[in-house]
């Protein structure tokens, strides 16, 4: 019965914070469409229509809900309803950063981050303006913003998206000492996976990579109150970590923001920290052909968001390069708008 109620609770709860976000959603498109005469882009592909979409979204709360009964996670806790200030006043800069916003995105010019001081430490890659962020993510404006944003874009559903990499890792740890097992997040951002992890698995050692200082920052306060993990300031296609060091690593949301070439030499890195036998855990975009009726959504992401490498990662072959790697295919799914990919290093 309590598992049961467990799922209940859940399902309502990421149902209401889901609806909240929907309207946070629609009132930035219509603040948006307000703010000048840029016309929409529209795809020449299929895209799905908002009952599509919303049925689908349920299908993935429903998911995580009975993943929840099954316990195989613990139940999402509310960020935003546990501090409803400071979510409120996120929400207020997101709004207010978006007249500056729109303005590069009609003048196709994204380059804020590149005048940041910090700019010169990091790839040129990635001293861009990613999802027309003001600072791209080299700023602190950018860390505490970014996931009242991607959770506006998403309707809520980031969070519920993110949870599906939870799964493999459940099965995985069946049998085994988490205290004896490391997890290597790689470009962990804000924490809030790390977060999603660490309430899993209390004692597990974590480590998080990523290339902003102020994005590790704010993930230590994610994970402020519960047992830290070791963040480490550096890019994913050179990490500082022993070969063969890694029981899982996780990439959640990375590979779309990367060049070809890096995305390659990323998962090389992966396989070489990871350890025989050990889980790499991928989400990410899904790609063309994934959701055939829903190809006009990627198409157009492009081109509503500054997403450089994007167009590439659509149509990349990733199944061929982590094979490449060595990492061998465990499965596939498509929760909601992401692709998870679970692989083991042969």
């Not at 929409?40 to 993935?60: D, F, I, M, T, W």
């Not at 997101?94 to 005048?115: G, I, N, S, V």
Request: glycine share 6%; hydrophobic share 40%; proline share 7%.
């Amino acid at each position: 019965m309590s598992d049961n109620l467990a799922m209940a609770a859940q399902l309502a709860g990421q149902s209401l914070r889901c609806g909240w976000y929907f309207a946070l959603n629609r009132a930035l498109d219509w603040r948006t469409d307000r703010l000048g005469d840029t016309p929409r882009y529209k795809p020449a592909r299929p895209v799905p229509s908002l009952q599509e979409l919303l049925a689908a979204q349920a299908q993935l709360l429903m998911s995580d809900a009975l993943n929840v009964r099954d316990g195989l996670y613990p139940p999402m806790v509310d960020e935003e309803a546990a501090s409803l200030p400071r979510h409120l006043a996120r929400v207020r800069q997101m709004f207010l950063d978006l007249p500056e916003a729109y303005a590069r995105r009609a003048q196709k010019d994204a380059t804020t981050a590149r005048a940041e001081a910090n700019a010169a430490e990091v790839p040129d890659y990635y001293a861009q303006d990613f999802h027309f962020q003001t600072g791209g993510y080299l700023t602190e404006g950018s860390a505490r913003l970014y996931d009242v944003q991607v959770e506006t874009l998403f309707m809520g559903a980031a969070g519920p998206m993110r949870r599906s990499a939870l799964a493999p890792i459940a099965h995985f740890m069946v049998g085994r000492d988490q205290r004896q097992v490391t997890l290597v997040d790689v470009a962990c951002g804000t924490g809030r996976f790390l977060r999603q992890v660490r309430l899993a698995y209390p004692a597990m050692r974590l480590k998080g990579v990523d290339l902003s200082r102020p994005y590790l920052d704010e993930t230590r306060r994610q994970l402020q109150g519960l047992r830290g993990a070791e963040l480490i300031e550096a890019p994913a296609e050179r990490m500082p970590l022993d070969s063969a060091s890694a029981d899982i690593v996780t990439s959640i949301f990375l590979f779309h923001e990367l060049p070809p070439e890096v995305r390659r030499a990323v998962t090389a890195e992966i396989a070489r920290v990871l350890k025989p036998g050990g889980l790499l855990v991928f989400l990410d975009s899904l790609q063309m052909g994934d959701r055939p009726g829903w190809d006009g959504l990627i198409e157009a992401f492009p081109e509503r968001f500054h997403e450089p490498y994007y167009r590439h990662y659509a149509i990349d072959d990733l199944e061929g390069i982590f094979t490449a790697a060595g990492l061998e295919p465990e499965m596939t799914t498509t929760p909601f708008l992401s692709k998870l990919m679970v692989r083991r290093k042969a």
